[in-house]
């Protein structure tokens, strides 16, 4: 059966979208996770793929062609299907004036028997008050976690307020509001899960009549425990904005556990710290922990064991576990590695590299002033120029065809408490050893504190996962599809080695190429690791 593919909303802010470029022509047999086209929106040209399989019968928005969001991109189904049903319900919507396609909604709903069973999602026209849907934060975000809310119902929000963080497949994200008004209505709590497009608030006057608006909206793929302004203590809820601002003393929140008022820097000192920042009393406005009520506190013997509940204690002989929600991040890492592992041929090539130069180097190069180079900087600096040399190893694989990347985007794997993200260093062979190493610390710890946008985590052609700092001295890795290849980098040995038939004391690293064999056959992989091995065992030729 065809499924229409209509324009995506591929940032918080996007309205329309530009047809930068098809990847695919009408009559192509595309698969789920092809890539369809480049669309450019108002951030960035980001990459989308199919949700679907079967044949592309129908291109709704040629190239360099502008639409709304969610109008008609595309048509997938089966070879020679009938679509012109399809064409002609979006050609006639699209010339429904709003107010129509509302009263024709209703007409459904009043013709059919069995009301209970039909729900509608109507669009809403009431200038009093806004509904606030899920937002697609990232280009292959499906359904988001309100990690939490930094407004509660009864509070007035300002065009710009950041109204909560939502968890994404990829980081979690500020989402401002777009709306002025009070915040009458949350449709997702904090902890749950919802799809794109959901019912995620309401905004607006007090005294609007936003419930019927909620109801003909549908109901969410989650908990029906809801938040509404009715649950705000009714004296509080006045004629005017301002006064509300005044009477609201204390948070109202449906959440077992409140949320804390931190600034971001004392909720990161507090992580770093292992300090719970329920047990610190704020000194900023309106009681907000800020950086210097992190750094003083000092807990006591007392605070430590106010609350048994939070302590875990296993007995021993009893059997005892924890159930960890899978978040997002999880989920598509799962996901993604499983497909790489399973669709593309995976092979290996280790070599060992000499690395006494490599350490005399970056001795001679972190005496220059302000000036500090890892040895993991060096490496992605010898791969980016190895690649330029080797275009096979810096290819991705389609099913219709190969690409063969003239520029080089280096992946960086980073380790997070979720998972691992990927952010990329973008043409990393024009780039300085220092700027590599800038660039990696700025990206390590955005990712930490889950502040890494899609955008700085899109575009790499070859990868680099290094766990040699955690004394690991050789392993290998999963290919980030599409590209063909991956690096995995080992930590620095020192052991004996021979040298002109001697045996003396000398320092080594092993690595190892995962490489796909659809792309990289095991001649190619192994000229770029010799000339990879020229470059680390030889930094100074890379300054050449």
Not at 287 to 296: P, S, T
Not at 373 to 397: E, G, M, T, Y
Not at 413 to 418: E, I, Y
């Amino acid at each position: 059966m065809a499924e229409i593919i209509n324009m995506p909303r591929l940032s918080d802010t996007m309205e329309e979208g530009v047809v930068a470029k098809w990847l695919v022509n009408e009559g192509d047999t595309i698969k789920e996770g092809d890539i369809l086209a480049e669309i450019e929106t108002d951030k960035a040209t980001m990459e989308f793929e199919s949700f679907h399989d079967g044949v592309l019968l129908h291109i709704g928005i040629k190239e360099g062609e502008t639409a709304a969001v969610d109008t008609l991109l595309a048509i997938v189904g089966e070879k020679d299907e009938d679509i012109s049903g399809l064409l002609s319900t979006s050609s006639n919507s699209g010339q429904l004036d709003l107010v129509d396609q509302i009263n024709e909604s209703e007409n459904l709903i009043q013709n059919t028997e069995d009301q209970t069973t039909f729900k509608v999602i109507a669009p809403v026209l009431n200038d009093s008050f806004q509904i606030v849907t899920m937002p697609r934060l990232s280009d292959t975000m499906e359904e988001g976690t309100v990690s939490s809310w930094l407004v509660n119902v009864g509070d007035v929000v300002k065009e710009g307020d950041i109204l909560a963080e939502i968890e994404t497949d990829k980081a979690t994200m500020e989402f401002e509001s777009f709306h002025e008004g009070t915040l009458l209505f949350i449709g997702i709590n904090v902890g749950e899960t919802a799809k794109v497009d959901s019912l995620l608030a309401v905004i607006g006057d007090p005294n609007s009549d936003y419930k019927s608006a909620i109801d003909n909206f549908g109901i969410n793929p989650i908990a029906n425990d809801k938040v509404e302004i009715e649950d705000v203590p009714t004296e509080i809820i006045t004629e005017t904005s301002e006064t509300i601002t005044e009477s609201i003393k204390e948070p109202i929140s449906n959440n077992e556990n409140p949320r804390v008022l931190a600034s971001p820097l004392a909720k990161k000192i507090a992580k770093e710290k292992s300090i719970d920042l329920n047990l610190i009393n704020g000194s900023g406005d309106n009681g907000r922990i800020i950086k210097e009520d992190v750094e003083n506190f000092k807990p006591s013997v007392v605070s430590d064991f106010k609350d048994n509940s939070t302590s875990k204690i296993v007995v021993s002989g009893i059997e005892s576990f924890e159930d960890i929600e899978n978040s997002q991040m999880r989920k598509t890492i799962a996901r993604r590695l499983k497909e790489s592992k399973f669709s593309a041929p995976h092979y290996y090539l280790s070599v060992e590299f000499e690395m006494d130069n490599a350490i005399a180097f970056r001795n001679q190069y972190n005496s220059l002033p302000e000036t500090k180079i890892s040895f993991n900087d060096i490496v992605v600096k010898a791969c980016a120029i190895a690649l330029k040399q080797h275009p096979r190893v810096n290819s991705q694989w389609f099913d219709d065809k190969m690409r063969l990347n003239h520029h080089v985007h280096v992946g960086v794997a980073v380790g997070v408490p979720d998972g691992l993200v990927v952010p990329v260093i973008r043409f990393a062979n024009e780039k300085s050893i220092p700027e590599i190493g800038s660039l990696v610390k700025s990206y390590a710890s955005k990712a930490r504190d889950k502040k890494l946008s899609p955008d700085e985590m899109q575009g790499s052609t070859f990868t680099v996962s290094n766990l040699g700092m955690f004394g690991i001295e050789e392993f290998t890795s999963i290919i980030n599809q599409p590209n063909s290849a991956i690096l995995s980098v080992g930590t620095i040995v020192k052991k004996p080695v021979v040298r002109d038939d001697k045996i003396t004391i000398g320092h080594t690293m092993k690595i190892t190429l995962a490489c796909d064999h659809r792309t990289v056959d095991g001649v190619t992989g192994s000229l770029f690791l010799q000339t990879l091995k020229g470059f680390v065992e030889n930094p100074v030729t890379m300054l050449v």
